[in-house]
Structure formats: structure tokens, C-alpha cells
T-cell receptor, first 111, second 116 residues
Framework: RKEVEQDPGPFNVPEGATVAFNCTYS??????FFWYRQDCRKEPKLLMS?????NEDGRFTAQLNRASQYISLLIRDSKLSDSATYLC????????????WGLGTSLAVNP | DTGVSQDPRHKITKRGQNVTFRCDPI?????LYWYRQTLGQGPEFLTYFQNEAQLEKSRLLSDRFSAERPKGSFSTLEIQRTEQGDSAMYLC??????????????FGEGSWLTVV
């Protein structure tokens, strides 16, 4: 089993839809969790950190479920500009310096 | 622009040649990382510096790869005797290393390497 797993998609949704992605991690001692957005042939850009209490930034909401060992990203009122690959990253337990990455989930928002 | 900067952005080289990439991290960040990414994959960790000390190096990194951060500021990644399998985007990233957001990393725009 991979340390961090994501459904690669692609997720095809119409504008205005709500879409959610999950990312599972295998090490229960992991401490830091992040969602990054990556456009084609560009660098990953931090979307949001994921806190235990969950956090929200505009149309984006991130949640952490420690019991089931996954993080989620919810996008409400999808825009065409949300089309991208969404990468999750999890720190390796005992090694806060290095993040382990999922392969990403591809999202296409259609007009 | 005070983000992470990388140079060159694109490099095409012949197999067997050496290439060097430079990274300038965010100025107050003391951690610097090198990653490699190919299409359809997530970033793959190569190596990590805390100030000038190289603290970790991936076992996936062959002896042809070497990285330095001599003064704890900019870093270079050199690939010797390039092979076609080295073709990828090489990403540099930095993080503060302390505080609540100490583990949050910020990427540069990447250096694309094509080995022909």
C-alpha cells in the first residue's frame, strides 16, 4: 500500500457543482497535511494546510479524519479556473522535514 | 518577487553532458528541498538542506547527482553524465523551518530538463 493515495480521476463536473476529493495516508502518526494545486506543466502551489479542526478558505474546505486516516478537500460552486490537479501531501511520522506526496487528482470543470 | 526562483527554466542537453540548476529560496527560509517530477506523478523527494547542511538524500538519487548549499542561501543541483531517464521537471522548494508554518513548503517554478 502506498503511503499516500489519491483517486487520480479525472473528475469532470459542470460549473457551479460541488466536488470533493479524499486522500488517504497509511501512517497514523503523521502530523502535517496539505493540499496543493498544480496546473499543467507548472509547479505545485499551496492551496491550504489541513488542521485538526478543519479549515475553510472561501469556496474551499479541508477536513482531517484521523480515525479513518484521510484528508478531504471540498470545492463549492466550481469555477472553470478550478480545473487543475490537486495534490495532497503528508509528513512522514518522525520526519517533519519531508512530505510524502500523492499522485494527484485531476479536476476538469466544464461550462 | 520574493518567492523561490530557479534557473534555468528550461534546459535541453545531450546524453552524457553535465547540467547544473540553481535555486534561490525565500530569503528567511532555512530549509531547502529538491524534488523531481515527471508527468502524471507527484513530486519525488531528492534531497534536503537545513541551512548549509545536507541532512537527507534520497536513496533514489544516484551518484551522478550532487547538491550543494555552500552558504546556506542559494543551492545548486548538478547532474553528471545525463541519461534520458533524467528528463523531468526539477523543483526547488523552501520552508521556514520553525513556527506554526515551519513545515509548509513553497515551490519555485521548476527547471525542465530534456535529455536527447
Amino acid at each position: 500500500r502506498k503511503e499516500v493515495e489519491q483517486d487520480p480521476g479525472p473528475f469532470n463536473v459542470p460549473e457551479g457543482a460541488t466536488v470533493a476529493f479524499n486522500c488517504t495516508y497509511s501512517n497514523s502518526a503523521s502530523q502535517s497535511f496539505f493540499w496543493y494545486r498544480q496546473d499543467c506543466r507548472k509547479e505545485p502551489k499551496l492551496l491550504m494546510s489541513v488542521y485538526s479542526s478543519g479549515n475553510e478558505d472561501g469556496r474551499f474546505t479541508a477536513q482531517l479524519n484521523r480515525a479513518s486516516q484521510y484528508i478531504s478537500l471540498l470545492i463549492r460552486d466550481s469555477k472553470l479556473s478550478d480545473s487543475a490537479t490537486y495534490l495532497c501531501a503528508v509528513n512522514r511520522a518522525g520526519n517533519n522535514r519531508k512530505l510524502i506526496w500523492g499522485l494527484g487528482t485531476s479536476l476538469a470543470v466544464n461550462p | 518577487d520574493t518567492g523561490v526562483s530557479q534557473d534555468p527554466r528550461h534546459k535541453i542537453t545531450k546524453r552524457g553532458q553535465n547540467v547544473t540548476f540553481r535555486c534561490d529560496p525565500i530569503s528567511e527560509h532555512n530549509r531547502l528541498y529538491w524534488y523531481r517530477q515527471t508527468l502524471g506523478q507527484g513530486p519525488e523527494f531528492l534531497t534536503y538542506f537545513q541551512n548549509e547542511a545536507q541532512l537527507e538524500k534520497s536513496r533514489l538519487l544516484s551518484d551522478r547527482f550532487s547538491a550543494e548549499r555552500p552558504k546556506g542561501s542559494f543551492s545548486t543541483l548538478e547532474i553528471q553524465r545525463t541519461e534520458q531517464g533524467d528528463s523531468a521537471m526539477y523543483l526547488c522548494a523552501s520552508s521556514p523551518g520553525q513556527g506554526v508554518t515551519g513545515n509548509t513548503i513553497y515551490f519555485g517554478e521548476g527547471s525542465w530538463l530534456t535529455v536527447v
